[in-house]
């Protein structure tokens, strides 16, 4: 891969992300390819009051955490320190947990979603992934391993919500992603197929 790829991995919570991703970054580094990973809510001053916001240490509104997230999305695309599109620049294949497409699943139940499509249409804008990986796991399975892993549970972390932004997640790739580059993974699988998987289609998107 001569240029640089933005890599969006989609998921609910508990569908193994982390896990994913720290196996594609030293699958890189074993190519000799720059690399770095990223996740949003971002570790900027935005991203951190949206973390408080999830964990309840701040109260506000669907509509304010909404608005939030595009803001911090900007900031994560455009920053002229660390900005995703300043390191692309530089020549860092980029790895980032979640993007847009979590937006459109999270934050429809309680925002327009034609809003929310039509607002980060300036972030598709400005950097559009090269490929989004969604993984697909019964969100049973994703619940009982939250259930295990995490001390404190964040507002969309229960199983009712889970179900419901899996649905919403394929309804919005059915939707909104037509002209995006979306593999939808069995996540089911074991680790080590997810994992050929993606790097089967990351090696073949630029060869």
């Known amino acids: 891969m001569k240029d640089p790829i933005f ?8 569908s193994g992300k982390s896990t994913q991703i720290e196996l594609l ?10 690399i770095m990973d990223t996740h949003e809510p971002s570790n900027g001053p935005i991203g951190m009051l949206i973390r408080n916001i999830m964990i309840g240490r701040i109260q506000t509104d669907q509509s304010t955490i909404a608005s939030l997230f595009l803001a911090d999305r900007l900031d994560h695309i455009n920053n002229p320190i660390n900005g995703m599109k300043k390191r692309l620049s530089e020549g860092y294949n980029i790895i980032s947990s979640r993007y847009y497409f979590s937006s459109y699943a999270f934050q429809s139940e309680y925002v327009p979603i034609e809003w929310i499509v039509n607002c980060n249409s300036l972030c598709k804008e400005y950097l559009k992934p090269d490929i989004i990986f969604y993984l697909n796991v019964d969100p049973v399975t994703c619940s ?6 995490r001390i404190g549970a964040e507002i969309y972390e229960n199983l009712e919500k889970i179900i419901k932004a899996n649905n919403e997640f394929l309804n919005a790739f059915e939707k909104y992603g037509k002209d995006e580059n979306i593999f939808i993974i069995d996540g089911n699988q074991s680790i080590d197929a997810i994992q050929k998987n993606m790097w089967d289609n990351i090696a073949s998107f630029k060869k």
Request: hydrophobic share 40%; proline share 0%; charged share 35%.
């Open 25 to 34: 970054k030293h699958k890189f580094m074993e190519s000799g390819l720059k």
């Open 144 to 149: 009982t391993r939250l259930a295990k892993n």
């Open 7 to 14: 890599i969006v991995i989609e998921g609910v919570d508990g």
